[in-house]
């Protein structure tokens, strides 16, 4: 019940594209979705969060969608630069102190220019 | 402002010697602290979280331990290394829901 389901693995883009990665949970007592970019030597930043009272958050170009019935959200990546190139990452955990995040596997993204 | 500190950066390690990874937050009080591994192109792993000093819980049994020894600072420990201890080793806080990663420490066993 506590896992988070990413896909796709790895995924491929042209500049100016419109990048999408899907992730599933279980736990429906999950009530925090962060996503995290990370590049290459370095650790993971938060980019972007959503909570469960909303079903859409967008800030630029970045925008999580959520739909709490099917226990889904995703991340789009509006025009797509190679700069966006990087590992993402889904999150989800209880908003209280002591609990842990729960994260998905990863998805490789290249935005080719 | 929170800031979250890890050294070394990179360590290169014989098989068998041991390790002393250190990370410290500046700016916070009592924050949960928590140790990763991210193997080469793969997600990341829990190994540690603290709670408070001297509060340790393991997620995944192996040859290393983690100590609290002050309110923000979170040190990851070895014995004797071995080579599938060789990875990017991650040290995070966290503030309500939002966890902040530090830069890491990439570790080579040889």
């Known amino acids: 019940q506590q896992q988070v389901k990413q896909s796709p693995q790895s995924l491929i883009v042209q500049k100016g594209g419109i990048s999408i990665i899907n992730c599933a949970y279980e736990?429906?007592?999950?009530?925090?979705f962060p996503w995290y970019q990370q590049f290459p030597g370095k650790g993971p930043a938060l980019l972007i969060a959503i909570r469960p009272d909303v079903s859409e958050k967008k800030e630029g170009r970045f925008t999580i969608s959520f739909n709490k019935s099917a226990k889904q959200f995703s991340l789009h990546i509006m025009d797509s630069q190679p700069g966006d190139s990087a590992t993402y990452f889904c999150a989800a955990s209880k908003e209280t102190s002591g609990s842990r995040l729960t994260f998905g596997e990863g998805t490789q993204l290249t935005v080719n220019p | 402002s929170q800031t979250i500190h890890q050294w070394p950066a990179t360590l290169v390690q014989p098989v068998g010697s041991p390790l002393s990874l250190e990370c410290t937050v500046e700016g916070t009080s009592n924050p949960n602290l928590y140790w990763y591994r991210q193997a080469a192109g793969r997600g990341l792993q829990l190994l540690f979280y603290s709670v408070g000093i001297g509060q340790i819980s393991s997620e995944v049994p192996q040859n290393l331990s983690a100590s609290r020894p002050q309110d923000r600072q979170f040190i990851l420990s070895s014995k004797k290394l071995l080579l599938s201890d060789s990875g990017f080793y991650l040290c995070?806080?966290?503030?309500?829901?939002?966890?902040?990663f530090g830069p890491g420490t990439r570790l080579t066993v040889l």
């Open positions: 736990n429906t007592a999950f009530d925090y």
């Open positions: 995070a806080w966290r503030d309500r829901g939002t966890q902040y």
